[in-house]
């Protein structure tokens, strides 16, 4: 299994290097490792958490309709069942290749904005949001019959989710807005710059890998679906 993950993971990787995945993710961060160093420290602190929320949220959304979409057309992932490599793995290698991205984007801008940080609580928060949202993605793709169709549906479903997070300003039981993975993973990337309760992140952490492990169940019963109906599924 661990061998067949690795060279899909190879092969995910390579693709989306050859389809300017890769060059898109370093213009973006340049413009943000541009606007942070412009910005005052007080500001560019500020700032920088967002950033980082906003590279595993919206841009795997985004990467990830692209690369089902594009797979679907090819007539790839019809093909997968038939394959060696299950569902689970080619899951799998979706969401480690494109967090791979997003975890080496995030550590550049942190680095060149000069940012102090938690390198362990960084990383985590980086995985578990940018999984979540690669399958929340994976999901919306799966039934969608064009690339329009798709970015239709993910534009509303991205309003929905951010609402959440301005809970952050702070109101009497905003604390229960934590149970939103959006809200969990912009708290988390929020306690990574300016220190954190151990508990209220804890919380976080938790609700957060919930959510993944409830997303990758949903998922992985979708494309079996999906494969058993032969790329007809409507979802």
């Given at each position: 299994?661990?061998?067949r993950?690795?060279?899909?993971f190879?092969?995910?990787?390579?693709?989306?290097?050859?389809?300017?995945?890769?060059?898109?993710?370093?213009?973006?961060?340049?413009?943000y490792?541009?606007?942070?160093?412009?910005?005052?420290?007080?500001?560019g602190?500020?700032?920088?958490?967002?950033?980082?929320?906003?590279?595993?949220?919206?841009l795997?959304?985004?990467?990830?309709g692209?690369?089902?979409?594009?797979?679907?057309?090819?007539?790839i992932?019809?093909?997968?069942?038939?394959?060696?490599?299950?569902?689970?793995?080619?899951?799998?290698?979706?969401?480690?290749?494109?967090?791979?991205?997003?975890?080496?984007a995030?550590l550049?801008?942190?680095?060149?904005?000069?940012?102090?940080f938690?390198?362990?609580?960084?990383?985590?928060?980086?995985i578990?949001?940018?999984?979540?949202?690669t399958?929340?993605?994976?999901?919306?793709?799966l039934?969608?019959?064009?690339?329009?169709?798709?970015?239709?549906?993910?534009?509303?479903?991205?309003?929905?989710?951010?609402?959440?997070v301005?809970?952050l300003i702070?109101?009497?039981f905003?604390?229960?807005?934590?149970?939103?993975?959006?809200?969990?993973?912009?708290?988390?990337m929020?306690?990574?710059?300016?220190?954190?309760?151990?508990l209220?992140?804890?919380?976080?952490?938790?609700?957060?890998?919930?959510?993944?492990?409830?997303?990758?169940i949903?998922?992985?019963?979708?494309?079996?679906?999906?494969?058993?109906?032969?790329?007809?599924?409507?979802?």
């Amino acid at each position: 299994m661990k061998s067949r993950i690795w060279a899909a993971f190879q092969l995910d990787a390579l693709f989306q290097f050859r389809s300017g995945f890769y060059a898109i993710y370093i213009i973006i961060s340049l413009i943000y490792i541009i606007i942070v160093n412009t910005l005052p420290t007080k500001w560019g602190a500020v700032a920088v958490p967002f950033m980082i929320f906003s590279d595993p949220s919206v841009l795997g959304f985004f990467f990830i309709g692209g690369l089902v979409m594009l797979e679907k057309g090819q007539g790839i992932l019809d093909l997968v069942s038939v394959t060696p490599l299950s569902e689970v793995e080619y899951l799998l290698s979706k969401i480690i290749s494109l967090n791979a991205i997003a975890l080496l984007a995030s550590l550049a801008i942190v680095i060149f904005t000069h940012q102090s940080f938690n390198l362990i609580l960084l990383i985590l928060s980086v995985i578990l949001s940018s999984s979540f949202f690669t399958m929340f993605g994976f999901s919306v793709a799966l039934s969608s019959h064009s690339i329009n169709q798709y970015f239709g549906k993910i534009i509303l479903l991205m309003l929905l989710i951010i609402i959440p997070v301005f809970s952050l300003i702070g109101f009497p039981f905003s604390q229960l807005f934590y149970i939103f993975p959006s809200t969990a993973s912009a708290k988390l990337m929020i306690d990574t710059f300016f220190g954190f309760q151990l508990l209220d992140t804890l919380v976080c952490l938790f609700i957060l890998l919930a959510w993944n492990c409830l997303i990758f169940i949903h998922v992985i019963k979708k494309f079996k679906s999906y494969a058993i109906a032969g790329g007809a599924e409507n979802g």
